[in-house]
């Protein structure tokens, strides 16, 4: 084939110009949530998009190797677009195109980074991703006309989700397997506060002051116990905890063991609890729990993740190491 000369090139540079670079600007499309080059802590967002002159047909989201499409809805007064994606820790690149019935029409990025304080790599994220917060009510004046972006005394105690002034909006909140009894029943405000300052929707911190409003049995509990787990003591409890829900039993962010080896990878291998026996550790992981047969075995079947009255937390305590095992062997 022969190749393409230079005026041919040329030709091609000024169709492009007329007729593609033109239907490239045609539909134009802002991205109004999140700005570029943010940081969030959810992995769970929306990007919300808005398309004036509605000639655009359909948009797309591309991230982590994920198509998320949506149609554009034929609305009066401008359309909005509001795509749900999940994101990985740490950098995020987002493709966004719109199209319309001819094909691509637009495409930008979104740099967006997902810090994770359970990843040691990804608790700082680089100095150009500013911390993204969106109940501002500068950000909430272009959601006002279709959305409730004000909640009313009826929205602190909600006959149902459904019904929740949050639930359109943050849906993914309620859809771990297991879900928070306070979160399931759209009672978002006995952790989030009303206020209209600045800033909406914040928590107390530390986060045990919440908690403990209702878990008072725990504390009492814990408060008897001699020692005290490092971030258990200092009241983080959302580092190992969602607030919300989620797949594993008691909302852990993790599969407990994988929680506990972000700080205490040297025991990764269960030697420490049967070193020489076998020249390999006791399982830590992946295994049938004998004591609590509703979730999977881990660290946490021996270990108690908050207090304990010996120095290493254990769930049983024995004078004697045998005895110990045999709370889980017969001998
Ligand atoms: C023109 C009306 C309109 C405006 C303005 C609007 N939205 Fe929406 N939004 C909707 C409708 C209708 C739905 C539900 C149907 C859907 O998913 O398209 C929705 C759904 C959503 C969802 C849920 C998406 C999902 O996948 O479940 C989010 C999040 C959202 N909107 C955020 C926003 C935010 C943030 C703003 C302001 C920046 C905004 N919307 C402005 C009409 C609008
Ligand atoms: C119009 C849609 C919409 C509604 C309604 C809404 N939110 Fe949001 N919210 C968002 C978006 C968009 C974000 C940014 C992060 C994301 O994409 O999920 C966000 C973020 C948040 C955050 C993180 C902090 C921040 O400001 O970014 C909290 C907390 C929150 N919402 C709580 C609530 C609660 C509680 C309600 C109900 C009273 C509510 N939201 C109603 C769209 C909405
Ligand atoms: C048991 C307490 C609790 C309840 C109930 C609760 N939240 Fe939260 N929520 C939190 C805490 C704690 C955070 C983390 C805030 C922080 O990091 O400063 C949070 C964060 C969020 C965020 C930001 C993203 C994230 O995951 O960090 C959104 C959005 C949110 N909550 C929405 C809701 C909605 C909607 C409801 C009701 C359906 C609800 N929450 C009920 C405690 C709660
Ligand atoms: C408004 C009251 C309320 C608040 C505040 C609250 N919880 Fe709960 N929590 C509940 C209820 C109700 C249950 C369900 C209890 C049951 O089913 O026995 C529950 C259950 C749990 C469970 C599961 C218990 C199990 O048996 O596995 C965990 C874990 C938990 N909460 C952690 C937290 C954490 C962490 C916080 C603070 C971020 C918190 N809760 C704040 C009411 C609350
Ligand atoms: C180091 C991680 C970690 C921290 C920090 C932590 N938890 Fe837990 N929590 C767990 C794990 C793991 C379980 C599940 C234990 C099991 O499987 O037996 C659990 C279970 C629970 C339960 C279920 C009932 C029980 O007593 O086991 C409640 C309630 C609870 N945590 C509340 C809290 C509160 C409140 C805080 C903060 C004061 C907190 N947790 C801090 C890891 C943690
Ligand atoms: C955020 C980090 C962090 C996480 C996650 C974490 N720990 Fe810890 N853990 C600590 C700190 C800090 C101490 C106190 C360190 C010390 O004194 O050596 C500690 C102490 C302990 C001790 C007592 C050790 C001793 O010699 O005093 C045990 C046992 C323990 N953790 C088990 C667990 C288990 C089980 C989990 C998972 C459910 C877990 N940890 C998750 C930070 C963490
Ligand atoms: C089968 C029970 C069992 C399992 C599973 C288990 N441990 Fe242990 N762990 C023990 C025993 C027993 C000790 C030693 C207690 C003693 O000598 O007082 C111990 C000691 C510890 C200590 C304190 C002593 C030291 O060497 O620093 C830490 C921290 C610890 N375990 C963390 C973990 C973590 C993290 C996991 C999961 C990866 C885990 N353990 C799994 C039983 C267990
Ligand atoms: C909280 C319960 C629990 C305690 C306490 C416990 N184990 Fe285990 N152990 C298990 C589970 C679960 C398995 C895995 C069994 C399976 O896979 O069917 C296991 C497996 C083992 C195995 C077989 C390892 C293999 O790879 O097949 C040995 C050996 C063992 N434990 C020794 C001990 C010793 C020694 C102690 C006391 C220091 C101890 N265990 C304490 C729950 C426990």
Redesign the pocket.
């Known amino acids: 084939m022969k190749r393409l000369s230079t005026t041919g090139l040329a030709i091609c540079v000024i169709m492009y110009r007329l007729f593609i670079a033109d239907t490239l600007h045609a539909t134009t499309f802002t991205v109004l949530s999140p700005p570029n080059n943010t940081f969030v802590e959810s992995k769970q967002i929306s990007i919300v998009l808005s398309l004036p002159n509605g000639e655009a047909t359909t948009a797309s989201v591309i991230t982590g190797g994920k198509t998320y499409t949506k149609s554009v809805p034929t609305r009066a007064g401008g359309h909005k677009i509001c795509i749900g994606v999940t994101l990985a820790n740490g950098l995020n690149l987002l493709d966004i195109t719109t199209s319309n019935r001819s094909g691509i029409s637009e495409k930008e990025n979104l740099s967006l980074y997902l810090r994770s304080a359970l990843s040691k790599s990804h608790q700082n994220p680089p100095a150009e991703f500013k911390r993204y917060y969106f109940h501002t009510p500068a950000n909430e004046t272009a959601c006002a006309p279709c959305h409730k972006m004000e909640p009313t005394l009826y929205d602190l105690n909600p006959e149902k989700l459904e019904y929740s002034a949050c639930y359109q909006c943050h849906k993914d909140k309620a859809s771990g397997i297991y879900k928070h009894k306070p979160v399931s029943t759209g009672k978002c405000f006995s952790c989030h506060e009303v206020s209209r300052d600045k800033r909406k929707y914040t928590t107390t911190k530390p986060d045990q002051t919440m908690c403990f409003l209702c878990h008072s049995a725990q504390e009492r509990l814990w408060k008897k116990k001699r020692i005290h787990h490092g971030p258990t003591a200092v009241g983080n409890c959302t580092l190992c905890h969602d607030p919300h829900g989620s797949d594993w039993p008691s909302f852990t962010r993790l599969h407990p063991?994988d929680l506990?080896?972000n700080c205490?990878n040297d025991?990764?291998t269960?030697l420490?609890?049967i070193a020489g026996f076998f020249g390999k550790g006791?399982p830590?992981k992946a295994a049938k729990s004998p004591l609590k047969p509703d979730r999977p075995f881990s660290?946490a079947?021996?270990?108690n993740p908050h207090a304990g009255d010996?120095?290493?937390l254990?769930n049983k305590e024995r004078d004697k190491?045998e005895d110990?095992c045999q709370t889980c062997h017969k001998l």
Request: aromatic share 4%.
């Open positions: 063991t506990c080896l205490h025991k990764k269960g420490h609890v006791h830590v660290c079947g021996c270990h010996t120095q290493s254990l190491l110990y």
